[in-house]
């Protein structure tokens, strides 16, 4: 939470931008100064806007606000620079949400690794009425997530990325791929 900074000077001190009768008096500067004491991060946060909410430059207080700006949810337990990374994303991935690509890039962006999914279904054009439906009757699909022998994935956190980001009638199942 943004609050007073002791040691912030104001940018635009308002005992100068009053009246030539009430500058000089001790109890108007001071009332000026107290103020001035409240408004300064305010005036500093308006004038730094930009830096505010620009993903690489944004204080890491701001991270999950800027994140529910964009529907996204982020993990407290991630370093800082790979929710910077998931946020520089968040377009993209809110584009594709929900698709085989949506899925493969959201579980490299929030677990630095490589996926693929393998659905069950598929699609068929046929002229003829009686034509089988392709694919299998049951939605699925595998996620293979591609990790080192010796890096250790949390394959419960990975199962909860996974379905919080697939449609909900589509059952899936997660591998740990090594090697």
């Not at 000077?9 to 009332?31: C, D, I, K, M, N």
Request: charged residues 20%.
């Amino acid at each position: 939470m943004r609050g007073e900074v002791p040691t912030l000077v104001s940018p635009h001190p308002l005992a100068r931008t009053l009246p030539g009768l009430y500058q000089g008096e001790s109890f108007v500067e001071r009332f000026c100064d107290a103020l001035d004491t409240v408004l300064a991060p305010v005036v500093c946060t308006l004038d730094n806007l930009p830096a505010y909410l620009d993903v690489a430059t944004a204080p890491e207080d701001l991270l999950p606000w800027l994140a529910a700006w964009t529907g996204m949810a982020l993990d407290p337990g991630q370093s800082r620079e790979r929710q910077r990374l998931l946020l520089r994303q968040a377009v993209v991935l809110q584009g594709v949400q929900g698709t085989r690509r949506g899925i493969e890039l959201a579980v490299e962006a929030v677990f630095g690794l490589r996926a693929a999914v393998q659905e069950t279904g598929s699609v068929k054009w046929s002229m003829e009425a009686d034509t089988a439906l392709p694919g299998e009757p049951l939605q699925a699909f595998v996620v293979q997530v591609f990790a080192p022998e010796d890096h250790v994935v949390d394959e419960v956190r990975l199962n909860h990325v996974v379905a919080a980001l697939k449609p909900a009638h589509v059952v899936h199942r997660v591998e740990v791929v090594r090697g």
